[in-house]
């Protein structure tokens, strides 16, 4: 019966989430929603469309040629490219990948944080309201229906610390290894998610919390020792995959020396105001309910479980502490320990606001619907100065209103309006914790009614937080533009689009055109540099660009204007001024490093004379008659070169120099030389030659066989307890371990 009413609990928690999101669900095109644009359309949707064409043609998403002319996918971890539900929602929809599916992943990850949740609240309050309270307030609170939902992967990561959390409770109270290494896959699919910096928190949030089991109860619980192993280097080695040539990649970027001004950002003092007005004067992000704020107090009041609540709340203090960011030195403290290991944006510590909220307030619903008399004490009091407050503050507005002119009413009113609703929902929830505690509103009657209410202000104050009105085919408008690269274009070549393509940096991922700019923190050090320094038209003859879309109307004779589309011009480059993909150098300059390549890229023309690095290789040669290049294969990951010349030259391709490209001529393998300063090159000698160039991220072979020994390990580990328990019933190795735990703990107090 009890396993019933939990399913019957959580099937009610989980018909919440696509009524929260009906308006994403909806097959009304006058009611549907899409989310705003944003990180969303601009960097996740992109990089995963990709990933879906390459899944649905069978080859591994590793090289991206779209974007940043070509950059690792796997390496730049927003791809999470190993992020199995993705991966699973990409097979599903197919090539396409089109907006709606990608927003139905997003509902289903917050389904999934709405499950764990419950479970996490359910076992830790002993309640299933307290559990479906936790549920609600976690699900659809101001963290995770508000910026996640934009940076689809902090959601992806942020979902699986409850599921942790309970594999950890679970873990430590039955003396069960196996919890833990359930923990672990739930830590390696938040690794794999792709955002280190949610991974960061999950991790420290699980360790605090493991550290915390095998204390708590004034024992020692001995399975904690094998059990962080177990979950920390399980999860972690189950994501080496992913994450050792991401480590690999973020050596290549300029993203470890980053300064403490950088780092800073976060909530401002004033945007605390956001745990009770979540408006523009608050961060929004922190609002988990003003009810739900009333449920922590009386849960913080319970004498049960004692040491388990004031964890939770230490771990909600110091997230609302750190997400102030520079506001506290305490960010400052927390920069120096972290070393090379920067973070910004600490708003996003409200995670841990969000989940300790939701679990402090399962405590609290634990205690409505106990069958104990419920004695507010001092919380009838602070109730009644909170509406006095609320009322002076309500009275206060109502005769500013009278006294301020049309432009002063016009910006107060979202505070007025906002005021108000709080006013109705603490009246609401101040009223049936009363009528609980003086017994005119049975225990689970008045758990229902606030679970009702906490229910109705999330949904009021969130639900369209992160939605705007329109087909999700609206996000991305086909342009003249897009039109005549789709219909009038053949051939390799590149677009300089200046992110004015729809899909804006990443839009050669989504329309698969390829481009020279993208939007990504993690470009390398070596494109970002090239970039700054050498100018425009030289970048565009190294990296193979045809076609210059802009917003600028350039008089130039070497460029030819095509179409003009709502103050954008596209131009053609003369092709007596572009370079092919691929070509032969006859006349190189060697220069000892990178330095000194772009300085002289300033002004060498790179049609003449070609720049290469680290060598001493100086070229005099002049074309025969006969020399030609042909590309008769090129993929994302490979590329073929069938190249006929009479002296030796250099092949220059115009292809981004990156650790893991290798080369074979004729089968064998031959070294690559950096060319004008970001691209790759192979001397060839004189004949009939193919190059062949082939793709394998650095560290994916390592990270693969750390992943699958991990797995490996786990799974026999998971087999020996089994096997354990048949053998032995019970496990009273750990019992017994756990009864030495607690004697030595007595003899030493």
């Keep these: 019966m009890a396993v019933l009413l939990d399913l019957a609990a959580l099937l009610v928690v989980s018909s919440l989430v696509p009524l929260f999101y009906w308006r994403i669900l909806t097959s009304s095109p006058d009611d549907a929603a899409t989310f705003l644009p944003g990180d969303f359309t601009e960097l996740h949707y992109p990089y995963r469309r ?48 089109p907006v709606r ?17 419950y479970l996490l609240g359910r076992r830790l309050s002993k309640s299933r309201l307290g559990g479906m309270v936790a549920a609600v307030i976690f699900g659809f609170g101001g963290y995770l229906s508000g910026f996640p939902v934009q940076q689809v992967i902090i959601l992806e990561a942020s979902v699986w610390l409850p599921f942790i959390l309970l594999c950890i409770d679970i873990g430590a109270d039955r003396g069960l290894i196996s919890a833990f290494v359930a923990g672990a896959v739930g830590l390696a699919l938040a690794a794999l998610a792709g955002h280190p910096q949610t991974l960061f928190y999950v991790a420290v949030t699980a360790g605090l919390y493991l550290a915390f089991k095998g204390i708590a109860d004034r024992g020692l619980r001995w399975v904690v020792i094998p059990g962080g192993p177990v979950l920390f280097g399980g999860g972690l080695g189950l994501a080496a995959i992913a994450l050792v040539p991401a480590y690999f990649h973020l050596g290549l970027t300029d993203r470890t020396e980053v300064g403490y001004a950088f780092t800073r950002s976060g909530f401002a003092l004033h945007e605390l105001l956001g745990l009770i007005f979540p408006i523009q004067y608050g961060g929004a992000a922190l609002y988990s309910g003003v009810v739900s704020l009333l449920l922590v107090v009386v849960g913080l009041m319970g004498s049960e479980r004692r040491a388990q609540r004031l964890f939770w709340l230490a771990l909600g203090l110091i997230g609302l502490l750190l997400s102030l960011g520079g506001a506290t030195f305490l960010q400052a403290v927390l920069y120096l320990a972290l070393g090379s290991l920067k973070f910004r944006d600490y708003e996003r510590f409200s995670l841990l606001v969000s989940l300790a909220v939701a679990i402090l307030a399962a405590h609290g619903m634990a205690e409505v619907v106990s069958k104990q008399d419920l004695r507010l004490g001092w919380v009838r009091r602070g109730i009644g100065v909170a509406a006095a407050v609320l009322i002076a503050f309500l009275i206060l507005c109502a005769l500013a209103w ?43 009657v008045a758990g229902f009614l606030l679970m009702a209410v906490v229910t109705f202000d999330l949904f009021s104050t969130n639900w369209q937080v992160s939605l705007q009105a329109g087909a999700p085919e609206d996000l991305f408008p086909t342009t003249p533009v897009v039109n005549y690269l789709s219909s009038y274009t053949t051939g390799l070549f590149r677009i300089a689009s200046e992110g004015l393509l729809p899909g804006d940096g990443n839009a050669g991922a989504l329309l698969r055109v390829p481009d020279v700019v993208g939007n990504s923190p993690l470009d390398t050090r070596l494109y970002a540099e090239f970039t700054r320094q050498v100018p425009e038209w030289t970048r565009w003859q190294i990296l193979n660009v045809r076609y210059v879309l802009t917003r600028r109307q350039l008089h130039d004779p070497r460029l030819h204007p095509l179409l003009q589309d709502s103050g954008t011009y596209l131009y053609e480059i003369d092709s007596r001024q572009a370079l092919p993909r691929a070509y032969l150098a006859y006349h190189t300059v060697p220069v000892p490093d990178h330095a000194t390549a772009l300085a002289l890229l300033r002004s060498l023309d790179p049609r003449e004379v070609t720049v290469v690095e680290g060598t001493g290789l100086a070229l005099d040669a002049h074309p025969s008659t006969g020399d030609r290049v042909t590309i008769p294969r090129y993929d994302a990951n490979a590329m073929a070169v069938q190249v006929r010349l009479g002296e030796t030259a250099v092949l220059v391709v115009s292809e981004i120099d990156y650790p893991g490209w290798t ?71 750990w019992q017994s371990a756990a009864r030495t735990g607690r004697l030595l703990a007595r003899r030493t107090v």
């Design 663 to 733: 080369a074979r001529l004729d089968g064998h393998p031959v070294p690559i030389l950096r060319a004008n300063g970001v691209v790759r090159a192979v001397l060839v000698p004189p004949g009939e030659h193919t190059v062949e160039f082939h793709f394998e991220p650095p560290g994916l072979s390592e990270g693969e066989e750390i992943s699958m020994r991990t797995a490996r390990i786990l799974v026999a580990l998971v087999l020996f307890e089994v096997v354990l328990r048949l053998v032995r019933g019970a496990p009273r190795w």
């Design 101 to 117: 599916a990608y927003e139905l992943g997003v509902v289903a990850h917050v389904a999934l944080a709405v499950i764990f949740t």
């Design 50 to 97: 990709w990933v879906a064409y390459q899944i649905a043609r069978g080859e591994p998403a590793w090289w991206d040629p779209y974007v940043s002319a070509g950059q690792s996918a796997v390496g730049d971890i927003q791809y999470h490219v190993f992020y199995p539900p993705d991966d699973w929602l990409a097979r599903w929809a197919g090539a396409a990948f």
């Design 402 to 444: 009278g006294a301020a002119g049309d432009a002063t009413r016009a910006s107060a009113l979202p505070l007025l309006d906002r005021a108000i609703f709080t006013a109705l929902v603490l009246g609401l929830g101040a009223a049936i914790l009363l009528g609980r505690e003086r017994r005119a509103v049975r225990p689970r």
